[in-house]
């Protein structure tokens, strides 16, 4: 009897989470339902990050996704939510459509994911174990460094978890995402500038902007 | 060969992003409620994101080297900026489609059909 994994038995919780909650989303016909069950399945996916090792991201997505991004969908549910939209059944037709497509999916990436020996895990493929990694199991890596502060150097243009790898001559140009990050924010602030013009509430007007002609705006001026 | 005693690697991950992606496929696919369909939409971000950070983890690959590094992290934040940004643009559409047509049901939304 080997010892329990944790590393391995959160994976499997979360994913049991994240997986089961991602499937009851496309079942459930009620959108408050399947709100609130998209809300903990992300809230899952938060915890594969973290043990991932990307605790950046996590955190990132703990606050971004589920705090940011699914309140603006619970928002949306709110403002829509009333009488025949709470339940919309989908016809049967399209079930079968749609489980066909599913099965067709998971039976093509499923298999694809484990055929790489490599990605089968640390001592989980045979080439771990030509290069003497050891798989008892236990103390799956050592600790990892937190990733905040080379991901937002990185951002900056400084990565410095690639300091060693490049020779100096290519270092100037090193890749490094200032470029997109100023891009995004310009896009975010864009984005959201766009959306609040969309979304906000119009007025009835029966008379046009085009049919009002410059003389009629005189007149009505003092 | 008990899953609890030995380690998870990259494969395991994509397993799970391949089930949270076609759910999402399927979401939008079969929802006729149009936040449904966006909620679809985060659903496949999520999937392709676990994807990224599976392959840049360097716990989880064979020679502790992840693939692609710090550079799946950057990656995974700019798709969930992106999505928080499409999520609000999709909503505001949804809302004026909902104040214009008093419904949110896509098969509905059919004025540019030809």
């Known amino acids: 009897m080997e010892a329990i994994n944790w590393h391995s038995f959160f994976f499997f919780l979360f994913a049991l989470v994240a997986c089961g909650l991602a499937v009851m989303v496309v079942l459930s016909a009620n959108i408050v339902r399947m709100a609130f069950y998209l809300t903990i399945s992300l809230g899952a996916t938060a915890g594969l990050f973290f043990l991932a090792g990307a605790d950046f991201v996590g955190a990132m997505q703990l606050m971004i996704y589920v705090g940011g991004t699914l309140v603006l969908l619970v928002f949306g549910v709110m403002l829509t939510a009333q009488g025949p939209f709470v339940s919309m059944k989908t016809r049967g037709g399209d079930w079968i459509l749609a489980a066909i497509l599913s099965a067709t999916l998971l039976a093509m990436l499923v298999p694809a994911a484990f055929t790489v020996p490599e990605w089968l895990g640390p001592g989980g493929g045979h080439h771990a174990a030509e290069h003497g990694v050891t798989s008892t199991g236990s103390a799956v890596a050592p600790l990892s460094q937190p990733t905040s502060t080379p991901l937002g150097l990185g951002l900056l243009g400084v990565r410095v978890d690639k ?18 990050f100023e891009i995004i924010s310009v896009h975010l602030l864009v984005v959201l500038v766009g959306a609040a013009y969309l979304a906000r509430t119009k007025r009835r007007r029966d008379v046009r902007p085009s049919d009002v002609r410059p003389s009629d705006v005189r007149l009505e001026s003092p | ?74 990656i995974a934040l700019f798709v969930i900026v992106l999505a928080a940004a499409e999520a609000a643009v999709a909503l505001a559409i949804t809302l004026n489609f909902y104040n214009n047509h008093a419904t949110i049901d896509v098969d509905r939304a059919d004025e540019l059909r030809g």
């Open chain 1, 163 to 180: 300091l060693g790898d490049q020779p100096e001559e290519l270092k100037a140009g090193m890749a490094s995402y200032l470029l997109p």
């Open chain 2, 1 to 74: 060969m008990n899953p609890l005693t030995t380690p998870v690697g990259v494969s395991h991950f994509m397993a799970v992003g391949a089930v949270m992606f076609v759910c999402g496929v399927v979401c939008m696919a079969a929802k006729r409620n149009a936040l449904g369909v966006l909620m679809g939409i985060e659903l496949v971000l999520n999937g392709a994101n676990i994807n990224f950070v599976a392959m840049s983890s360097p716990f989880l690959s064979a020679h502790g080297r992840g693939g692609l590094g710090l550079d799946g992290q950057f």
